[in-house]
Each structure stands twice: as C-alpha cells, then as structure tokens.
C-alpha cells in the first residue's frame, strides 16, 4: 500500500534495478515483436507468436528460430533481427549510459544502480570506463570481421551481398547468437579456413566478456593481468581445447559427421563445434547425427557457457572454475578456496553454488514439463532446453516441430537466460537482514 501511494504521489515506480532491466528487454522484445509483424518483414505471412519467438531469440542473442531467417524473412526483417541481437548483445544499459554521458548529464542514483546490475560491477567509477569499453571495443572487433569476411565471401558473391552477409554474420557471431543467412547455417564453410576461423574467433572474443578485453588491451603482458582475467583465459582455452579433442576422437569415424571430411576439414569442423557449442549456435555439420557422448559433451558446454558481462549466457566461466576450486579445497582439507594464490571469499562460492542449483532446476523443470507436452527423444529435449537457457541457439532440429507450449516455454528460458536466473531470483525477493542468530546444529550430507 505504501508503494502505491508513493506512485500515485511521486508517479514513480521505484522497482528494483534487475525488474527495471528486465523490464528493458521486454519492451525490446516487444517492439521488435511487432516490427517483425509488420507484412514487409517476410516473404510471406508471419504469425504474431512466429515474430514474438524471433524478437525474443535475437533480443536475448539466443538464435533459436520457427522460421528461417534466409527464406522467411525479407531484407528489412533480416535487418530488424539483426538489430535487435546487437541491441541485446551489448545491452540496452550500455546506450542509455553512453547516451546519457555523451549529452552531459549526471546519472541519477537510480541509474546508477541499474548500470551497477548490468555491468556487474560494483564500484559507480567504473561504469563510465566500463561502457565506452563495451561500445568501442564491440565496434572496432566486428568491423574488422566484416571487412575480412567481405573480401573473402566477394570471390563466389556479388561485392554488396558479401558485405551484406558479412556484416549480418559478424554482428551474429560476436554477439554469440546463431542466426545465419543460409538455410543450412556455416554447413557450406565446414572446411573453409577463414570462415571458420573468424567466426569462431568472433565467437571467443564476444564470448570471454568485456572487463578482460579491457584488462589484456591495458596491460598486455601476461605477469601483469588481473587472476580472474588469467582465470577466464585459461578456463577458455581449456573447454576449447577439451572440446575440440573429444568432439574430433568421437565423431572422426562417423559418416554423418566428420567421417566423409578430409584430416583439415575435420579438425576444423571439430573446432568450429567446440567453441560454437558454448554460446554461439552456428553449426558446420549436422548435429542430428552427432553420437549421444558428443551430443552430451555439447549439452555440458552450452551449460557452462562463457564469461561474466559478455554476449554469452550459461552459469559462466568463473562460477564453474569457482566450484572445481570450492570442491577441491573440500577434499583436500583445505580451509580457503584459491584460485591462482588469491582466496575467493566464501560468498563468492555460495552464489557460484546458488547459480548452479537455480539453473539446473529451471533445466530439470522444463525438461519434465516438455517430456509432457512432446513425444520427441528424451536427449533432443534435453539438448533444446539447455540450448534455449544457456541462450546457445544450437537446435537439434525440433525447436521448429514443437508444439506452442513447448515454444512458449523455450521463449521463457531464452527470457530467463539472457537475465541470468540467479539475478530474477534476487529481483523477485524481498531481501530482508534479520539481527537474530540461531545455534549451529550438525547435518548429515554426502
């Protein structure tokens, strides 16, 4: 009642920084709902639901379709899409903020603190730095990437459509959302090394978040960077690496796969499925006929995804990194949890574990919710649902089969995703600190 007189007094409503930037992509969502609605969107007629599911997919830089972008979609449409995923990429907060500075006004405390959540930082110094870094940094990397892939998609394709596609395919990429201007996604490029190779470097640089692109372009010697920007590097390269190793010894004898490829072409298809498995989406094989243990490898790296205030989702980098360090230290007797000789404050684990809980029980959640509504194979379900709340993109080719339920439950998790489900926790409880302690008691667990 005291919330709403101060509305009706004030007309402010005083709602918490995570509703307010949840708030934010909704109305994203929503406008980019009824652009694509619009009839000079497609070729042909696009249901209200079809264009709801799209703008939420690139909104929350997901990729994740109904319709096919290449055929569906008219060139205004494909521009709207990609819009809306280099809106939602960089954040709605990193344009008001820039705006904001750029016209010279003071950001309120309000402000402030939505910047605070969004950037995920906790000191109102940094958000100025913070997110010139994301705007400046996110502009100069695609526009290298655009050039390159223009110059080399001109030799089979017409100087404006190479840059069109280039350009539309860049912004995808590093924005880790996995739409793509041909039907069969990077099928065509699975043995082209440029291709393969910008994108997927496209894919890492979005994906290992801004503050260590920021931290390695200042201080650019190794001895010299911050241990969580050492951390993320070395955790990167590790998933890649596993992935890339294990995904080639697993599929290199399947016909379906990387059986029929030449020794270059299946290694660079077994890399390009590696580092597009742990956000982006884009594939250059037919992942319906991947083997289970790869599918399962896949699902594991959509889970854990990239970094902390990057264009990738997942539970992060660092939250799994935290937990491997928190159970080693549990087995070993150790009373500090270290990482790379700095302790990591018993609060930092306690939200790495509560990411984790929260995350696997959306997943356990709406797995068992779809193996209601669907008749589909139980690790497609699996894979599909992981994909939609890591926001990977990566389909297993049912997203387009499932019933309305189904996608209305995928759009949810896209939503969920891209916010991160420990910070709509936060945001939908009331956090009260309470003065009484209670006496320890011994639990029995493990």
Sequence with gaps: MQSYRRVRRTGLLRASPPIVLAAGFLCLILLGTLLLWLPISGLG??????????????????????????????????????????????????????SAITLGHRMSLQHQALALVAFNQTSVSKIRGTAFLVFKTSIAIEAIAAVVLTLWWWRDLPLLTASYRAVFHTIAAFNNAGFSLFSSSLAQFVDDPVTVLTISSLIILGGIGFPVLGDIGNKKRWVTLLPYTKVILLGTLTLNLVGFVSIWLLESNNAGTL??????????????????SRTAGFTTIDITQLHDTSTLLIIMLMFIGGGSLSTASG?????FIVLLAAVYSYIFHKKEVVLLKRSISPDTVQKSLALVLVTGALAFGSVLLMTIFEKAPFISILFEVVSALSTTGMSRDLTPHLSLPSQALLTVLMFVGRLGPLTLVYSLATRKRSRVRYPEADFQVG
């Design 45 to 98: 007629p696009i249901s209200l639901f079809q264009a709801f599911f799209m703008a939420t997919s690139a909104v929350t830089v997901t990729g994740l379709t109904i319709i096919d972008p290449a055929v569906a979609l008219s060139q205004f449409g494909q521009i709207v899409l990609i819009t809306l995923v280099q809106l939602g990429g960089l954040g709605f907060v990193t344009f008001a903020v820039i």
């Design 259 to 276: 059986g029929a490829l030449s020794l270059p072409g299946q290694a660079l298809a077994a890399w390009m499925q590696s580092v597009t």
């Design 315 to 319: 539970i992060k980098i660092g939250t």
